[in-house]
């Protein structure tokens, strides 16, 4: 029997030797391969964890000690030494294991996250909780050398070094954040990971002024040489240290008795904060995942023998925009894309390679992205940062004022808008049209295809009037129908009669020519209308398209309060239309395909057909 | 004539030498003095700026050179020197003056800034920029060390010290953020400050070091001692230095020569990003500013001989809750108080002093405050964050993740809600409402005077039910109306007939009050309802509230889109009911009294009577 199949618990982990422990890494990485391979998900962030996982598991006491993971989807090791192999085949399926910590699934998830850099703040919350209680439970926080550079969790470490408060930091240092990391600090730690003689100069220059009775002596003069070279190799983790944070490493993340040896020692410390740098290799032990971490990061089913298959995917929208900004930047020089650690997923590789100047990846930073593009914006540049629509919610107090109030020529491309998919609850992008809807000085365009995608990205490259947001789904960059008008005017796309009318948001056409073409069938006349721009609201252009129908309905994947369907309720005359909205209802939606979360919040095709012809035939029963 | 009347623009400096500077400084602390004791204003932390903001002036040449102020009510001295004197009688007046940058001002505005931390990633847009157009303009941005340790501060460092861009950052170090500093790296720069020693100590090892001819010899033992004192102060800003970023300092900033001399000297460098540690005295030349340098930050009109005078001020709904909280952390140790660097604003210093080790200040971080409330009440405790309703804005996704996805028990006291007066757009706190509303799981309160805030934060405290928001607008503790019915039920306050129904939100119920009075008074027999709980809307017993009335009117501080009105509207049948909206329209408002811009909104209660008065005449002339 493998060990594997004996961890009910992390307790029965204790009684395992170095050796056995050992053996336990082999079977887990085996596990999650296979696994993985038929359910897809996040593989190469879990295969670098794996050692880590288990001597946290071995040293620590969970539930009583706090593990927190930052980012859940490096969690899957802790799942599976917490008692939830046997859910491993419904892995991020509907109704099936998240692929993030869950505290509804077990007491061993102490804390959730979907977005990066919150473990800090939130080891530092339990650990002030065992202070006021007097308990005397261990706090552990597992953070990326990504998630580090997310302001926030600087905001944490100032306090965490402040406080003195214990906290165990692990930072699980695999060189790369989702794409390539950048920053100062990444380059900091580089330096620490890459000397070679780090440990002996230390040693050595420790024991020559070890010697120096006092200190005396005369002024010395044309030192920068030497300075430059005792500076960076003199106290590694010195950045941490000047913060208040003992600073313990580097470790070889995949060495289990020195991480065993170096947590035990952060165990019995008892003076504060105490990091300890992990390294650590993403894809460990899989040599394809190993080779391209990236690729591995998130996968579909892949094969273990030939990894994943390079099949001829289906160009996306993410792909639409970015080939078409490229061309577009081509024609102006002031165009600038922004990413912040999503290079690869929001489309931008060509623009990257075409034009690396006008090029900025900022790391996991979105403030800082949105405020960068401000004043690109301000100095006559015309930025686009290109964000998924979950994480532009990092960077809401920004939008509203560094580029709102100001009035900032900046285009917010906002790509995963709607709900997501599989990553659930912290990935979905529900939320953007009733963040920004409120904003003043604001433009929203909502394209309903790949084409109408360029097109309005084309129209709002040549106009310089302030803030523009263009939302787009997670998903293939499919024709729907000809693009004809303009980008800025609602289309009146199908017109047969008056029996209703359907005003879908551009996410969510797709699904609105389904129903309508249901209803088509089954002998209902009416109307679908593609609004295109959502604010300013085109409320004149809307009420044309509209004619003479009074059953009017909209259809969105943003959550119905302060969405847009409430807008076209709020803007019509409530004595001559009847509205009805669907769209995402006042509660966070799980994971499960596109497809079937559709289905399940009634905005699929086939669900809005029925609920359109339930209201009409309805409502013909009581006129 | 005084120098500083022949300052048109910041070329009439550049003449000037430096012992005419050195006066110049002294007329413009007399002019600040004599002009902010007239109108009030930000004080302390523009004194201290006065020979820093004439050295920037003097080095460099706006505004061709750009010279972007963290937080723009520093910016008063700037403003002197740029042509704005005789504009100073206005300072934050309605139609006067801005408080803060702003670039319809002045070409010398490079970007607005309201909030902290915003502007080392505005330098970066500005150098960026310029590289890309290929100009040679210097871009300097002068940051506090409060706002260092906001978060996108350290996202900015990082990618400055990444890319290399010249960006030449002055650390204005005063020693404090708006109230006492807090972190690990405001300690650091304590220990730069502090040490007397430092010059010395550097010179004298460095001196050592380079006598060594190679680096040799055994591993030394029991170092820590030594390593402890060198590692702080063997090179100073060497945190800085590690993320790529040439520190140079400390200087002292009240000493023009030794300003001129760095600046100049980080103006001809040419090796990437420089921080200039400049150390200033906020409130320098004013004695009483000096020993109470918070008690200048914002002031009202103070005498220049007395100082501000002790008026036994009225108590404010800020103390209201302070006091409420720290009552009922008494009865439950579980309480505990959290303040992003806002203390004394928000009524917690009484907290402070009884609870201490139930208080946290975590400077200007609130992405870290909200994460970390969410993980104390993980842990079973009860966190309360009293926050500015602006400065929520900050950390929009932590409330949506980590509270309102784990439904923890957190409670947002967002304080300045609505419109807040004089410091104008940046701080208005209209668009809560917008933001919490769409958020599932959220709860929100809006008592409507002092007994009421208090009755409800007994309520939210008693009870463990996820997160909560209680909102409440910046001024005095009054009593409006007697307590009377439930803290979660709306309250019919006044009800003489049907001609009309005004739901008037908790903040404005005051305006809502006169305006029902006023109408009363001209024979309008209507219904007066205080919603008191926003969401999860009461709508039946609103509706019941509302009797028979059809004429509705909601009233409400917040943006009208997304705001309650709307939830209103949408919530009552069209086809019996007409809803009338008033709050705060489209656009961005600026500054004034609270009084003066409800008047001009149409907010106030003499206008919403009028409103109202209008609508049911027209009404009634329809019908
Ligand atoms: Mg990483
Ligand atoms: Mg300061």
Do not use: W
Not at 464 to 489: C, H, S
């Amino acid at each position: 029997m493998r060990h594997l199949d004996s961890i009910k618990s992390p307790a029965d982990l204790k009684g395992l030797s170095e050796a056995d422990l050992k053996i336990l890494a082999i079977e887990i990485r085996q596990f999650l391969l296979e696994s993985l391979s038929r359910t897809g998900g996040h593989l190469s962030s879990n295969l670098g964890i794996v050692e880590l996982t288990i001597a946290l598991h071995k040293i620590f006491d969970s539930p009583e000690d706090k593990i927190i993971f930052d980012v859940g989807h490096q969690g899957y090791v802790h799942k599976l030494l917490t008692g939830r192999m046997d859910q491993f085949p419904t892995l991020r399926q509907l109704d099936g294991m998240s692929g993030f910590l869950k505290r509804s699934e077990s007491e061993h998830d102490a804390f959730e996250a979907g977005h990066s850099s919150t473990s800090l703040s939130a080891a530092l919350g339990f650990a002030k909780a065992r202070s006021l209680k007097g308990t005397k439970e261990h706090v552990i926080a597992v953070i990326g050398d990504g998630a580090l550079t997310g302001g926030m969790a600087f905001e944490a470490l100032n306090h965490i070094g402040h406080d003195r408060e214990k906290v165990i930091i692990i930072l699980n240092d695999n060189e790369m954040s989702i794409s390539e990391n950048v920053g100062g600090l990444s380059k900091y730690l580089d330096r620490i990971r890459t000397s070679n003689n780090y440990y002996k100069l230390k040693g050595e220059t420790e024991f020559i002024l070890s010697k120096v009775p006092g200190v005396g002596g005369a002024m010395a003069r044309g030192l920068k040489r030497l300075k430059g070279s005792i500076k960076y190799f003199f106290v590694p983790g010195m950045l941490f240290e000047d913060l208040g944070i003992t600073y313990i490493g580097p470790v070889d993340g995949h060495d289990l008795p020195a991480l065993i040896h170096s947590l035990d020692r952060a165990k019995e410390a008892n003076d504060g904060p105490i990091l300890i740098h992990v390294l650590t290799r993403k894809g460990k032990g899989f040599m394809p995942a190993e080779l391209d971490p990236d690729k591995y990061h998130g996968v579909g089913k892949f094969s273990l023998s030939k990894g994943v298959t390079e099949l001829p995917a289906a160009k996306t929208l993410s792909q639409t925009f970015g080939d078409k900004l490229t061309a577009l930047a081509g024609e102006d020089e002031r165009i600038i894309a922004l990413t912040a650690a999503m290079c690869d997923g929001t489309g931008l590789e060509g623009f990257r390679a075409r034009y690396p100047k006008r090029f900025f990846d900022v790391g996991i930073a979105e403030q800082h992205a949105v405020t960068l593009s401000a004043s690109l914006a301000c100095a006559g540049m015309k930025p686009v940062f290109a964000v998924y629509s979950t994480f532009l919610q990092r960077a809401y107090d920004q939008v509203l004022h560094d580029v709102c109030i100001q009035n900032a020529n900046v285009t917010l491309a906002i790509d995963r808008a709607g709900l997501v998919g599989q990553d659930g609850e912290t990935h979905h992008g529900m939320f953007d049209l009733s963040f920004l809807q409120p904003l003043p000085n604001m433009t929203i365009y909502s394209p309903k295809d790949a084409p109408e995608l360029e097109a309005t990205l084309s129209h709002i490259m040549r106009r310089e009037a302030g803030p523009v947001a263009i939302r787009y789904p997670r998903g293939v960059a499919v024709t729907l129908l000809p693009f004809e008008g303009a980008p800025d005017a609602p289309q009146l796309e199908r017109c047969e009669g008056d029996d209703f009318a359907l005003i879908a948001v551009g996410n969510v056409f797709a699904n609105g020519l389904e129903a309508y073409e249901r209803l088509s069938a089954l002998g209902f006349r009416g109307r679908l209308i593609n609004p295109r721009i959502l604010k300013p609201l085109p409320v004149d252009a809307l009420t044309e398209a509209i004619g003479d129908t009074t059953a009017i309905f909209t259809l969105e994947d943003n959550v119905l309060t302060g969405g847009f369907g409430e807008r076209i309720t709020l803007a019509l005359d409530p004595q001559r239309c009847n509205v009805v909205n669907f769209a995402v209802p006042d509660h966070f939606v799980e994971h499960g395909t596109i497809q079937q979360l559709h289905e399940r919040l009634g905005l699929s095709g086939k669900r809005v057909a029925q609920r359109i012809q339930q209201s009409l035939v309805t409502r013909n029963m009581k006129s």
